[in-house]
């Protein structure tokens, strides 16, 4: 691949993961109030036709509120990288409720790409939807994965450490 075709393709998943972490942090209003910018800004950040990128310090103080490391997970991996979390017990309904949102968010793909080659073609506003739709359904599946994760490295998680945690509170 040629560096021109790494480096859009790196630009589009930095627009992607600031437009995520966006979202999480609550629209664009409060993004601009927590990153200091304004929300014109902010709305650059996130749109594909603007050649503006998300800056570090807005980028950690995003990622600080709503606890989801979206760019730091796209610039690491571009560096051929992984970041990895502290292993947390999980319950077996968590997990179910984690793998209920992997499902939700696949069917939802599926939807759209169904939709999108309706007529044999994909248009860029349609790569654009399903680019949304895939960051959607890559963040559902690491959250489900950190919850094995946390399994496999606390022991087993079962039905009844729901039932404990009710009674206990």
């Known amino acids: 691949m040629d560096s021109r075709a790494v480096s859009e393709q ?3 998943q930095i627009k992607s993961a600031t437009r995520d972490l966006v979202k999480l942090c609550g629209g ?14 902010v709305s650059r950040w996130q749109t594909v036709t603007a ?6 310090a807005s980028a950690i103080a995003l990622e600080a509120d709503c606890g989801v490391p979206l760019v730091t997970t796209v610039m690491a991996e571009f560096h051929g990288r992984r970041l990895t979390d ?5 319950t077996a309904s968590s997990l179910l409720d984690r793998h ?14 169904a939709r999108a080659l309706e007529d044999m073609t994909i248009t860029p506003a349609e790569a654009e939807q399903l680019d949304r ?3 959607e359904q890559e963040t559902s599946l690491r959250t489900f994965r950190a ?9 087993p998680a079962g039905a009844a450490d729901n039932v404990r945690s009710f009674r206990a509170g």
């Open 10 to 12: 790196w630009f589009h």
């Open 28 to 41: 664009v209003m409060r993004a601009g109030e927590l990153a200091s910018t304004s929300k014109t800004e």
């Open 51 to 56: 050649p503006d990128l998300i800056d570090l």
């Open 86 to 90: 502290e292993a947390s017990a999980q």
């Open 100 to 113: 209920a949102e992997v499902l939700r968010k696949s069917a939802e793909m599926a939807t759209l790409m």
């Open 133 to 135: 739709a895939a960051a």
């Open 147 to 155: 919850g094995l994760a946390a399994v496999k490295a606390t022991g």
